[in-house]
């Protein structure tokens, strides 16, 4: 019997570790650092090379730029922060959430240039444990859709009553914006919800990620879930953006790159079949890989959310 309380001590131990392991790799972000004026960090990968020096030039941009810098508490403690760059007084005001282990210049500084030529503001903002953000948890748009909700209600305090949103998100920011679509908390300012490239949920991304890399989706993703309950704090099934969509009543615009290789754009199709909006559009651009559907074809991404703005009336 103590032999097998033993091997079953043993088998606990070692999934614990082995949890540790996945949460660290994972969900953890360890401190960041604010980057030098002469410094930019771009996204890691080939695909980027052609649009490096665009990304520079937006980040340049947005550090010249006159804008004002916001935080909040999140619903946890954490400050969040924000930077805010205004088009005109009366402009809608979109607020552009970047993507995995981003942040807010890096990911949506190319943003502003698209909401100014739109005639929008702009609150690009770091997520939890991003950026300037305070926070060492990220959890897949989980506790990050509630943060969205938060700056939400705060551009609402800040700005007036009548202020329209738009919420943006790009990859886990596009899944954090469409999960703050499907609450019941989301208030009538926000119009509409640009979601590009996002993924359906948070096990259908990791268990994609791990086959890509060779590894037993099976036998790690249980331990990365476990990781993420005791280690991380949260359930990483608890809500998901295809889940969310089955509630939406707001117009939501699915934006996807058809040689997407991380996000496949099979995912947003599925985001849009699963939308309960009465209002949706679903737009792939070609030639375009994960997170860079705007720079590969400015044009006709704007065209395809100005023909969605009439669309919808707003």
């Known amino acids: 019997m103590w032999y097998a309380i033993g091997i079953i001590g ?10 540790a392991v996945c949460f660290f790799k994972v969900f953890y972000s360890r401190s960041r650092k604010t980057s030098k004026q002469d ?19 937006w980040m340049k941009t947005a550090r010249k730029i006159t804008h004002k810098e916001f935080q909040i508490k999140s619903f946890d403690g954490l400050t969040l922060k924000g930077r805010y760059y205004e088009y005109s007084n009366s402009a809608p005001i979109e607020l552009l959430f970047h993507g995995y282990r981003g942040n807010a ?27 300037t953000s305070d926070g060492h948890v990220i959890t897949f748009g989980i506790k990050e859709y509630r943060d969205c909700l938060s700056w939400v209600d705060f551009v609402v305090d ?8 738009i919420l943006t998100g790009i990859s886990m920011g596009a899944a954090t914006v469409l999960m703050a679509a499907g609450s019941k908390e989301l208030p009538s300012n926000v119009v509409c919800v640009l979601a590009d490239c996002g993924y ?26 476990l990781g993420a309950r005791i280690y991380g704090g949260f359930k990483l099934e608890e809500y998901s953006a295809v889940k969310a969509m089955q509630n939406a009543n707001v117009p939501v615009v699915f934006i996807h790159g058809d040689k997407d290789k991380f996000v496949p754009c099979e995912m947003s199709t599925a985001l849009y079949e699963a939308c309960a909006s009465r209002h949706k559009k679903l737009t792939f651009i070609p030639d375009a890989g994960h997170g860079l559907a705007y720079p590969r074809d400015k044009k006709a991404y704007i065209a395809s959310l100005n023909d969605f703005q009439k669309e919808c009336g707003f």
Do not use: N, W
């Open 10 to 19: 043993a088998i606990i131990v070692l999934a614990l570790l082995l949890s």
């Open 200 to 225: 359906t949920s948070a096990k259908d991304i990791i268990v994609r990620t791990l086959k890509k890399r060779l590894l037993p989706a099976p036998l790690v993703y249980p331990l990365i879930k």
């Open 39 to 57: 410094k930019f960090k771009l996204p890691p990968g080939k695909i980027y090379k052609e649009f490096r020096e665009e990304m520079i030039g």
């Open 105 to 131: 210049e890096r990911d949506m500084s190319g943003g502003i240039e698209r909401c100014f030529a739109m005639g929008r503001s702009a609150l690009i903002i770091d997520q939890r444990a991003c950026g």
């Open 158 to 165: 800040h700005f007036g009553p009548e202020t329209k949103v």
